[in-house]
């Protein structure tokens, strides 16, 4: 045994040394870090398909905002020119030439409907973003102090039975009719109750977990219902909030398209609005790119970001990180 070690060229000093014992040391946990979002997006990212999506949804978003503002949209500029109007894509790019405004033919002014599109995705995703971000903090916020407090409990459980059985549709529609149909009242139609039935779902969640143990002995240690809603109770939901996130963002371009639809949606010229004025070119032969174009565009904004949604409100539950 000896003679093996002798080929290291080392003395015993060297060879051999005493391990030290330390009970703080012992009790230091050598597991790896753990970063709650760098496993949601390492969960999310894992599955090829969602990077495809996810891929689409920015070049979406991306071409709505960058493209009306690199080309100047006019759709009044071929008003004045009767060839220019109803034309096919392969007549427009014959009429106008080969170019990316011709692709998908001309509308009722004789505006390139490829232009009209953008112009109007920028309208109606800008309209949902809003909408969303507002009804979702509100709804969060309520929610949560609703679910915890008895007394809030009891008078908003008042508020909710009235507003709640109020259709949606009909709400909306009547605050239109008050109002100007701009963008503004239209986010104020959609946000003024639009939190209330988020508030209530949140609530419900919280009820089942606001009497757990830790939550009870924070309230005996004094803390404020507000911080036990905050700290103890609202990240333990995130997946939750994230899944209410990606239904309620298309839920809003839908809610756009089919106000425009009926006459009662905006009056700049969004997704709905265009669907709306190219109603009669649906059964038109020869004109059914005008109708069809923003419909196709209006449906797969939607499903992808209501794809991308779901697929990362999966990915924020803890328990797909393992």
């Keep these: 045994m000896s003679k093996d070690l002798e080929k290291f060229g080392l003395s015993n000093e060297e060879l051999f040394s005493f391990v030290s014992h330390s009970d703080v040391e012992s009790e230091k946990i050598t597991a790896p870090r753990y970063s709650y979002w ?9 599955n090829k398909l969602n990077i495809v999506i996810l891929s689409v949804l920015v070049l979406l978003v991306a071409f709505a ?3 009306p503002t690199v080309v100047h949209y006019n759709p009044f500029a071929n008003l004045m020119d009767p060839a ?3 034309l096919s894509p392969s007549r427009a790019i014959e009429y106008f030439g080969a170019s ?5 033919g001309t509308g009722a002014a004789g505006e390139p409907t490829f232009d009209a599109i953008w112009n109007g995705a920028r309208i109606s995703i800008s309209l949902a973003f809003i909408c969303a971000a507002i009804n979702i903090t509100i709804g969060v916020i309520v929610g949560s102090i609703w679910g915890f407090s008895k007394k809030v409990d009891v008078v908003m459980m008042e508020v909710y039975n009235i507003l709640g059985n ?3 549709i009909l709400f909306i529609s009547v605050m239109v009719m008050l109002f100007t149909a701009s963008f503004w009242t239209i986010v104020l139609a959609l946000t003024i109750t639009g939190w209330l039935a988020i508030a209530y779902f949140i609530r419900t969640q919280v009820v089942i977990i606001r009497d757990r143990e830790y939550n009870l002995a924070s309230r005996c240690l004094g803390t404020s219902t507000i911080k036990i809603a905050m700290k103890n109770i609202l ?3 995130t997946s939750i909030i994230v899944t209410l996130l990606a239904t309620e963002i298309p839920s809003y371009i839908s809610y756009e398209v089919f106000l425009s639809y009926i006459g009662m949606g905006l009056s700049d010229m969004s997704l709905g609005r265009l ?3 190219a109603e009669s070119a649906m059964v038109t032969p020869g004109w059914e790119f005008e109708f069809w174009s923003p419909v196709a565009i209006a449906s797969i904004i939607t499903i992808v970001l209501y794809v991308v949604g779901q697929n990362l409100g999966d990915a924020s539950d803890p328990r797909t990180h393992m």
Excluded at 38 to 46: A, D, E, L, M, P
Excluded at 100 to 104: E, R
Aim: hydrophobic share 55%; proline share 7%.
């Design 275 to 277: 669907i709306f004025a």
């Design 38 to 46: 760098h496993s949601v997006f390492r969960v999310f990212f894992r």
């Design 100 to 104: 990316i405004h011709s692709i998908l």
């Design 235 to 237: 990240p333990f939901m």
């Design 166 to 168: 109020i259709p949606y």
């Design 84 to 86: 220019a109007k109803h």
């Design 65 to 67: 905002y960058i493209y």
